[in-house]
T-cell receptor, first 114, second 113 residues
């Protein structure tokens, strides 16, 4: 199994540009999440999904959209990039949900917005 | 307010030595506590998960303890290796709601030869 994969690994955007961060998992996990990690702060939840067709907001959802058309894929869209969205983004999946089973994290996407 | 605090922020130890990392939390209602290891430039990897009834759990040279009464946990690393250099993140989950994970900011461990 490849586990959780993310693309791209690095990305530089100009303010106002849009892009999609890709995330896929091959473990047949129902739960998937997106986090951002900033220096000096813990991981913060952006959006999550409890299954195909179901998504919900996390702690810091503004400026991001998600969709879950299949169990495997959970893309994160930045609508109009801002410098405050410069961060490292992690996608994660788990079998039974965040509180009940360990999360498996992808390798991350390092995003810089200029 | 639900919070997870870790100490120290950073730690440097000699290869072969032991060390202990601390995690204090005010999260309620408690569900479980987990420790993750995050290598530089990689995603976190789960080391241990402990529920309310478990007060110790080991994973190789890593041993986590939990005192649910004082709301404290520790991660003890025995006979450290250079590959233990990483950030160690304490995460506490609550029983209710969907946004139910609370992350500490991590302890950055550097093991030097």
């Amino acid at each position: 199994n490849a586990g959780v994969t993310q693309t791209p690994k690095f990305q530089v955007l100009k303010t106002g540009q849009s892009m999609t961060l890709q995330c896929a998992q091959d473990m047949n996990h129902e739960y998937m999440s997106w986090y951002r990690q900033d220096p000096g702060m813990g991981l913060r939840l952006i959006h999550y999904s409890v299954g195909a067709g179901i998504t919900d907001q996390g702690e810091v959802p503004n400026g991001y959209n998600v969709s879950r058309s299949t169990t495997e894929d959970f893309p994160l869209r930045l609508l109009s990039a801002a410098p405050s969205q410069t961060s490292v983004y992690f996608c994660a999946s788990s079998k039974q949900g965040q509180a009940k089973s360990p999360e498996y994290f992808g390798p991350g996407t390092r995003l810089t917005v200029t | 307010k639900n919070q997870v605090e870790q100490s120290p922020q950073s730690l440097i130890i000699l290869e072969g030595k032991n060390c202990t990392l601390q995690c204090n939390y005010t999260v309620s209602p408690f569900s479980n506590l987990r420790w993750y290891k995050q290598d530089t430039g990689r995603g976190p990897v789960s080391l241990t998960i402990m529920t309310f009834s478990e007060n110790t759990k080991s994973n190789g040279r890593y041993t986590a303890t939990l005192d649910a009464d004082t709301k404290q946990s520790s991660l003890h690393i025995t006979a450290s290796q250079l590959s233990d250099s990483a950030s160690y993140i304490c995460v506490v989950s609550i029983q209710t709601g969907a946004n139910n994970l609370f992350f500490g900011t991590g302890t950055r461990l550097t093991v030097i030869p």
